[in-house]
């Protein structure tokens, strides 16, 4: 066996991971819908199969998708020049109007939960400020921002969700890019399709929180990373793309601290290509990476930190090292409280902060040396929790659902549920499509196959720290797009069953 034939076995590795990975989550959205013992479900009304509302959301898509293939085969030039910032705009429009909606239907900012709170608190300052604790450094990062942009352009909730929208349309631009790169226009349209209109997403990026902000710089960095190891690019094009993706990486990761992530998946693209594609060219692109894309990324991580706490007027936005490795220990005594299913616990925060610093340590070690044996079950709930349903408990959108929660008792409206659950549900459809997809597309050349290892390098690795870590569906909202970039090796699979079906009619 050959180098290259070792590097095409480790892609279909990952992918083989990745197809039982959505076929856990698909199960997690089913499991939820099972009565309990009691003969009640879950959580209430919920709980009808999604599958019809997912069937409609997917003519839906196929719908506005089928408007723009007919107008760009009338005008191929306006396909080929603006159709990408066309459908960046129609999603942008629709989230605006959505934004400018919500009061009308009952969102009440006042109702919010913490963290979003300080957030808006901050933004109504009238100055460059942060309200949460310096140890919570990505929320005080996302503070001095959104209090900035506040000052410079007078604005509140609506801007902040307003920024949020723009953010979630620029997002949209690298992934039409690389979803082309892979499998052509048609499935470029049809993925950001899915990503612009997603309900989740659509209802979360109102939410004041750095996970859309975060998001759109990382698939930004991906851009440019993988634009650089494209082996057409000359040496200049590609130095300048490492530096790019490093800067773009170290800006998301000042506001969620999954950038590590991003930076372990980008070695193991680079190790893959190694064995693909070995060369002059790609060891360059190997020395590039080493000496400018990683420290680059170091040096704007520590300058960009620097410059957010000098926009407050103090280094204390700016954590000590010991205080990130305290922080990493407070998210272990959270993931790992077997009593709570490893969400968010006040009394269990306020007996690990009770703790001496230099203590803590021990403090996890002895949790899970006393819980250990009950981690098979916890770790099967918590990915039920975070994977089943955006609706669920600490869902990617209960977070959304809070804000309609009046004094009086007055609960969420209705439409959330079916909303999201069928979006969900039709992605994870077509999710488990594309990882399939990128199983049988293994063999092709590296630069075809290199954003899906990437994409599903970074789900993975995240899904994996998020059995760990406190568990909140809406963290995953830190890396979404990535999410989406494997759906064009979807294309890959419907292609491969057609291509089975003809042979077999043919033979027949």
Known sequence: MNKSDVGTLAIRAIACVA???????????????????????????????????ALLYGFSLLGIWAFFECFSRRHPSYSAR??????????????????MLLPAIGQ??????????????????GKICHFHDARSQTWCNYEILMSMLAVVFKGGQQLGELFQAACCAVALLPLFRLSERVAGRR???????????????????????????????????????LDAMDLSRDRLNVVLMMFASGVLLAFSGLFKSTSSVFVIAAAVLLAIGALRSWNRAFLLRLVAAALVFYPTYRCASHVGQMVLS??????????????????????????????NEGFYSGKTAREFYAIPAAQRGEAVKAAIRRDWKKYPKLMVQKFRNIHGSSVYHHGAVSTFQVA????????????????????????????????????????????????????????????????VIEGLGRYKVSIYPFYFLIVPYAFATVEAVWSSIARRYKRG
């Open 187 to 225: 499935a470029a349209r049809f993925t950001v399709l899915m990503a612009g209109f997603s309900p989740t997403i659509v209802m979360y990026s109102t939410v004041l929180t750095s996970e859309i902000l975060s998001a759109s710089l990382m698939v930004l960095a991906a851009y440019c990373f």
């Open 19 to 53: 197809v039982l990975f959505a076929a856990c989550m698909i199960a997690a959205g089913v499991a939820l819908m099972i009565p309990s013992c009691t003969g009640k479900f879950a959580y209430g009304f919920v709980m009808r199969p999604p599958f019809l509302g």
């Open 82 to 99: 603006a159709e990408m910032y066309s459908l960046a705009l129609l999603c942008l429009a629709a989230y605006v109007a959505f934004i």
């Open 310 to 339: 000098e926009l407050v007027g103090t280094r204390q936005a700016a954590v000590a090292p010991g205080e990130v490795s305290s922080a990493f220990l407070y998210e272990l005594a959270l993931g790992l409280n077997v009593e």
């Open 404 to 467: 309609f929660r009046g004094k009086n008792g007055r609960r969420e409206p209705r439409w959330v549920w079916p909303l999201a659950d069928s979006g969900t549900m039709f992605f994870k459809l077509i999710f488990l499509l594309g990882c399939i997809g990128l199983f049988l597309s293994a063999r092709r050349q590296f630069s075809d196959i290199a954003p899906g290892v990437l994409s599903a390098s970074i789900v993975l690795g995240f899904a994996v720290i998020e059995q």
């Open 108 to 125: 009440i900012p006042e109702t919010m939960t913490y963290d979003p709170a300080q957030v808006l608190k901050s933004m109504k300052a």
